[in-house]
Structures are given as structure tokens and as C-alpha cells.
């Protein structure tokens, strides 16, 4: 009876040994600390270079008209207001970026990587920035987050553009906005035409709001 007993036991020892066993070899590497690693993110240098327009066709943003006598979703808006009178650093370091400074057309993202519809939407802006290079830059304003967590978002979902930083949520307050994502949209002028807040952004309202806002064309 006890020898059947041991037999019967012992593949059940021998599974749970094979769960539970293994050796280093069979665990990933650590990834480095952010800071020995090089930043996904471009630098900030041509932000304040006006985006040079591209010819039609490329598949990038292109004017778009709204119909005489019309105030149609493609007419461009009047009034506005400039960005705040704020200066940031640049998440590649360098000097330090003066945000009336950046030449619009533009997109600004204001996001964090602790925030779950900021990270929904960063590829979205990311394609955005491709689709519509030559008429617009996209920027993105990292608030109130850890190195780390910011350029392993950029690492993991591939975003490329310039990311500024703002860790004391200073553009938030100028602004007079709690809640983030926010995107604002400024036009070639240098004038804010419209801020969103209602959450996560997809390709299709983003070119709606690019469309509407700024007078481009985007591919959705």
C-alpha cells in the first residue's frame, strides 16, 4: 500500500517542481534605467520653425476651403487668444522652449503616462504627426510624470514627436483646466482656436478637429 502511495505522489511533486523551478537564464533582462537609455522622443530645435508645406498629393494635410457665403465646419474661425507666456524644457534637453514661440500651424498634447485616455490616444497624435508633417507640428506637453514613465510610453507605443515637460502643471493653470488629456489647436498665427477635454482622441476626431479648427485636410 505505501509503495502504491509513493508512486502515485510522485508525478504530482514532479509537476509542481516543474512549475516552480528555473534559472536566471529563463528571465528577460531588466531594461536599463530611463537615464542610460537614448530618448524616443525628437528634440525640440524646429519648434519654433513654421511647418514648410508640402505639394498636394503626398498624402499629407492640405488647405482646406469652405464654400463661399458659407461658415461651414472648414471655415476658419476669427479671434482667438496666444499660448500662454510660459517657458518649458525640452524632454531631450537643450535650451529651453517658449511656448508663444512654437510656430502653428500646431497640435498640442498635454498628457501623462499614469493617465489611461492620454495613452489611448498618444498613437493616434503620433500618426497625425506623419500624415500631416509639412503643414502642422505636433507637440506633446509631458505633466506632472516620472522620466521613466514618460519614455517608456514613447519607447512601448512608438511616439516620435518633440515632448516638452511641465512637471508643476504650470499650462494647466494657465489655462484654467483641471482634467487632462488636453489638446489645444493653434493656428499659423500663433492664435489657441480651440482646447479639447473630452477625452481620448481617435484619427477620425482628430482631423475633424484639425479640419474645423485650422483649415487642413488631414487623412484620417
Known amino acids: 500500500m505505501n509503495r502504491r502511495l ?13 512549475c516552480t523551478s528555473g534559472t536566471a537564464d529563463d528571465e ?7 537615464a542610460e537609455r537614448p530618448s524616443p522622443f ?13 505639394s498636394p498629393g503626398s498624402g499629407t494635410a492640405t488647405p482646406a476651403t469652405a464654400t463661399p457665403g458659407t461658415s461651414g465646419p472648414t471655415a476658419r ?3 482667438g487668444s496666444a499660448l500662454p507666456e510660459l517657458t518649458l524644457s525640452c524632454f531631450t534637453g537643450g ?8 510656430a502653428g500651424p500646431a497640435v498640442i498634447n498635454v498628457w501623462a503616462s499614469w493617465c489611461p ?14 500624415r500631416a508633417a509639412g503643414q502642422l507640428q505636433v507637440v506633446g506637453v509631458n505633466s506632472r510624470d516620472s ?37 489645444i489647436f493653434v493656428d499659423a498665427d500663433g492664435q489657441v482656436r480651440h482646447i479639447d477635454a473630452s477625452g481620448a482622441l481617435d484619427d477620425t476626431k482628430l482631423a475633424k478637429l484639425v479640419r474645423q479648427h485650422l483649415g487642413l485636410a488631414v487623412p484620417a
Open 95 to 102: 535650451a529651453p522652449v517658449v511656448l508663444r514661440e512654437v
Open 147 to 183: 522620466r521613466g514613465g514618460a519614455q517608456s510610453i514613447g519607447e512601448d507605443f512608438g511616439v516620435r514627436f518633440p515632448i516638452l515637460v511641465d512637471q508643476g502643471e504650470a499650462l494647466q493653470r494657465e489655462l484654467k483646466r483641471n482634467a487632462i488629456p488636453l489638446t
Open 42 to 54: 525628437r528634440d525640440c530645435a524646429t519648434l519654433s520653425t513654421a511647418p514648410t508645406a508640402t
Open 77 to 79: 474661425a476669427t479671434g
Open 6 to 18: 509513493a508512486l502515485a505522489v510522485l508525478p504530482l511533486l514532479l509537476a509542481v517542481t516543474g
Open 117 to 130: 485616455p492620454c495613452r489611448k490616444e498618444l498613437p493616434a497624435f503620433q500618426r497625425l504627426s506623419e
Open 28 to 34: 528577460p533582462a531588466p531594461r536599463p534605467a530611463a
